[in-house]
């Protein structure tokens, strides 16, 4: 795929959706980093039920250590792995208040030195509360970039160095959201539904259905 190609698409996107966002709840980025942490493995509307609970009774890592393990849990308790997930929380919150004074920090490496933090989550963290033009790949961008051959890649790291260079400037801020989207709502794994897809004419997919 060629960069005029690439361009197109993200103009198109952008044409949509001028200004993309997460469907997580968040008003705060520590609240930003509870929601991504929870979100593994579970989708955004029980993330968003389960922390609507949580964030009434704690939406800072102070409050949220008061609040205890077993209150985390009790509000988390819909949620897959949520007894895991629940222990990454509280390790979370003394860990950023014991080296940044409760605030979120924003350097990848801080980032991703926080419990149950990796490289995707601290790339979302670093893009929508920050403002950085990073990628966070997960299995929507990563199934998008091959389909379309955007930027194809063998494993994520590939994938989202590959977008970070080859997605025009002006658009990387918002393609992690863009790309997000359109492969949850459009480019879905089992059937995409290229017959409502406004980039079908731009995409290298070789097996469109619904055309």
Known sequence: MNADIRHAIFSRLREQNPH????????TPFELVIAVLLSAQAT????????????????T???????GLDGVKECIKTIGLFNSKAEHVMKTCLLL???HGGEVPRTRDALEALPGVGRKTANVV?????????MA???????????TRIA????VREVEDRLVRRIPKEFLQDAHHWL???????????????GNCLISDLCEYKAKVGL
């Open 97 to 99: 208040i014991e080296h």
């Open 61 to 67: 890592p102070e409050a949220m250590l008061a609040l």
């Open 20 to 27: 993309p966002t997460t469907e997580l709840e968040w008003s």
């Open 126 to 134: 670093l893009n929508t509360a920050f403002g950085e033009p990073t």
């Open 180 to 194: 997000i989207l359109h492969g949850r709502y459009v480019c879905k794994a089992r059937k995409p539904d290229c």
């Open 137 to 147: 790949v997960d299995t929507h961008i990563f199934r998008v970039a091959n389909r």
């Open 152 to 155: 194809p890649g063998k494993d």
């Open 44 to 59: 955004d509307v029980s993330v968003n039920l389960a922390t609507r609970k949580l964030f009434a009774k704690a939406n």
